[in-house]
């Protein structure tokens, strides 16, 4: 079955400095994956995309290299800033089963300090 | 449209209880998942609709769990004869999804707490 491995936290920070968070993945077919972000009482929204191997999703600042030779999709952000505090979901949608459900990773949480 | 909103924000319900919650999707979207997120960990899948069609249901749906979407509008998740295993954030999502990966979007939830 599917699955999603992500960093475990809490990261802790310091403001400019660099943000990576690891994430690798087992999946069946050929996925597309996902990082979401869940700010304090909020739902989950999404921070990028890559529908396929050696795509780059970026967004905000931050990016991530869709890697099919290490199953892999990293997050990074070079200089993080105490707004993105919060917890980062790495997730995959595997386009050949109906549904494209999304198989989320645990989570990672963010504390980035002024 | 302002996105996928989520009735009630949170829910406190006596163990036994029955409980409804319900998500207006974006308009054009014709997809729509239930998710549920327990205290620091992903969100799991529930179920799933395409249109008025429910299509799929995770294990983790068990008999007391029941989704509809009437007329493939909004949907509601009611949950029977509650438990203090259901506490958690039920999240609702919606999509234009054409097995082509399309990213989701979410709506803020609803936490529910049995006591």
């Known amino acids: 079955g599917n699955s999603v491995t992500q960093m475990e936290g809490p990261v802790t920070l310091s403001e400019e400095a660099f943000l990576t968070i690891n994430c690798t993945y087992t999946?069946?077919?050929?996925?597309?994956l996902f990082w979401y972000v869940q700010y304090p009482g909020e739902g989950l929204q999404l921070l990028l995309k890559a529908t396929k191997a050696d795509d780059k999703g970026s967004n905000k600042g931050f990016e991530a290299t869709y890697r099919k030779e290490t199953t892999s999709f990293h997050l990074e952000k070079g200089s993080v800033q105490v707004s993105d505090s919060a917890v980062y979901f790495c997730a995959l949608s595997d386009k050949g089963a109906a549904g494209n459900k999304l198989t989320f990773g645990g989570g990672t949480r963010v504390l980035v300090k002024p | 449209d302002t996105g996928v909103s989520q009735d009630p924000r949170h829910k406190i319900t006596k163990r036994g209880q029955n409980v409804t919650f319900r998500c207006d999707p974006i308009s054009e979207h014709n997809r729509l998942y239930w998710y549920r997120q327990t205290l620091g960990q992903g969100p799991e899948f529930l179920t799933y609709?395409?249109?008025?069609?429910?299509?799929?249901k995770s294990r983790l749906l068990s008999d007391r769990f029941s989704a509809e979407r009437p007329k493939g509008s909004f949907s509601t998740l009611e949950i029977q004869r509650t438990e203090q295993g259901d506490s958690a954030m039920y999240l609702c999502?919606?999509?234009?999804?054409?097995?082509?990966?399309?990213?989701?979007?979410f709506g803020s939830g609803t936490r529910l707490t049995v006591v």
């Open positions: 609709f395409q249109n008025e069609a429910q299509l799929e």
């Open positions: 999502a919606s999509t234009l999804g054409l097995n082509l990966g399309y990213g989701y979007t």
């Open positions: 999946a069946t077919g050929y996925p597309s």
